[in-house]
């Protein structure tokens, strides 16, 4: 009889305790706070049902930003961390910016709604040749769109205006290379650009495309997300010379105050699971 009593005590004060040791446990892995004076900037590209590359679901997404709304990470804007990384303004806790390369309609169509669920904000390079002349297979963002989303909070800056793709390099075009970091082959003088050929043209496309920035939605900052974060100091300095104060990169890592370089972790990929992403965001976060 004594055993029974105990075992009927044992089980009473399990069903007591694993509701609070599970509450702990869920507390514990959402506990905010582990990096104060950095921030994280994350690199989405194109969201469709079908992955891809740099295409992920619009499931993947939502996942990503819930998790960041659970886990104490504070989404700032683009220029709020720019006040940081010129100024060394103050920013919250485990900041995060998420950005968007290459401008396509997907993020209006899908992103958005998800951002404002969460009223989290985002910025976007666009390649300003695609949205004025819309020949590309994948349809992006109009200059329309992009004035009513800068008017909810998003904002838009340069991914070049026509300098976004690969060029052949030599005469047999086995060695190409991306337009922005090298002079190319020109078909029509059979030879590769001159030095003052390939600054001129990279020169012209900074001017061109801050020009359009500023018809278009009235940009004050200026900043620019290298075309496959491939740059030199050349096209560094061309873009410095069109009033760019700001460089986002590819190059992975956790962004402190005084430099003009950016630092990016590739969250858009269909290899990052919701296990993965926390990792990738607590990895860099220390």
Same mark, same amino acid.
């Given at each position: 009889?004594?055993?029974?009593?105990?075992?009927?005590?044992?089980?009473?004060?399990?069903?007591? &305790?694993?509701?609070?040791?599970?509450?702990?446990?869920?507390?514990?892995?959402?506990?905010?706070?582990?990096?104060?004076?950095?921030?994280?900037?994350?690199?989405?590209?194109?969201?469709?049902?079908?992955?891809?590359?740099?295409?992920?679901?619009?499931?993947?997404?939502?996942?990503?930003?819930?998790?960041?709304?659970?886990?104490?990470?504070?989404?700032?804007?683009?220029?709020?961390?720019?006040?940081?990384?010129?100024?060394?303004?103050?920013?919250?806790?485990?900041?995060?910016?998420? &950005?968007?390369?290459?401008?396509?309609?997907?993020?209006?169509?899908?992103?958005?709604?998800?951002?404002?669920?969460?009223?989290?904000?985002?910025?976007?390079?666009?390649?300003?040749?695609?949205?004025?002349?819309?020949?590309?297979?994948?349809?992006?963002?109009?200059?329309?769109?992009?004035?009513?989303?800068?008017?909810?909070?998003?904002?838009?800056?340069?991914? &070049?205006?026509?300098?976004?793709?690969?060029?052949?390099?030599?005469?047999?075009?086995?060695?190409?290379?991306?337009?922005?970091?090298?002079?190319?082959?020109?078909?029509?003088?059979?030879?590769?650009?001159?030095?003052?050929?390939?600054?001129?043209?990279?020169?012209?496309?900074?001017?061109?495309?801050?020009?359009?920035?500023?018809?278009?939605?009235?940009? &004050?900052?200026?900043?620019?997300?290298?075309?496959?974060?491939?740059?030199?100091?050349?096209?560094?300095?061309?873009?410095?010379?069109?009033?760019?104060?700001?460089?986002?990169?590819?190059?992975?890592?956790?962004?402190?105050?005084?430099?003009?370089?950016?630092?990016?972790?590739?969250?858009?990929?269909?290899?990052?699971?919701?296990?993965?992403?926390?990792?990738?965001?607590?990895?860099?976060?220390?």
């Amino acid at each position: 009889m004594r055993m029974k009593v105990i075992a009927a005590l044992l089980v009473i004060a399990l069903a007591i &305790t694993w509701p609070v040791s599970q509450y702990h446990l869920n507390a514990a892995s959402n506990k905010p706070g582990h990096y104060k004076n950095k921030v994280i900037v994350l690199m989405y590209h194109h969201i469709d049902e079908k992955e891809s590359g740099a295409t992920i679901s619009p499931s993947r997404f939502g996942t990503h930003m819930k998790l960041l709304k659970e886990n104490g990470y504070n989404v700032i804007s683009v220029d709020q961390f720019a006040q940081f990384m010129e100024h060394k303004a103050k920013v919250p806790d485990n900041a995060v910016v998420i &950005t968007f390369d290459d401008g396509y309609e997907s993020f209006d169509q899908y992103a958005v709604p998800i951002l404002n669920k969460y009223d989290f904000v985002a910025t976007h390079f666009v390649i300003g040749s695609s949205s004025d002349n819309q020949n590309v297979h994948t349809k992006h963002l109009t200059w329309d769109t992009m004035r009513k989303l800068k008017a909810e909070g998003y904002s838009f800056y340069s991914h &070049t205006y026509d300098q976004h793709g690969y060029a052949p390099l030599d005469k047999r075009g086995k060695k190409t290379g991306p337009k922005l970091s090298n002079p190319i082959y020109l078909p029509d003088k059979g030879r590769v650009e001159t030095k003052k050929e390939y600054l001129t043209r990279v020169g012209n496309d900074a001017q061109f495309m801050e020009k359009r920035l500023k018809e278009e939605l009235n940009n &004050t900052n200026q900043m620019i997300a290298f075309p496959f974060g491939a740059f030199n100091s050349s096209a560094k300095q061309l873009e410095k010379n069109a009033g760019v104060t700001l460089f986002f990169t590819t190059r992975p890592g956790i962004n402190r105050p005084g430099s003009d370089e950016v630092m990016r972790l590739n969250a858009g990929t269909p290899t990052l699971t919701a296990d993965k992403f926390l990792s990738m965001m607590k990895k860099y976060g220390r």
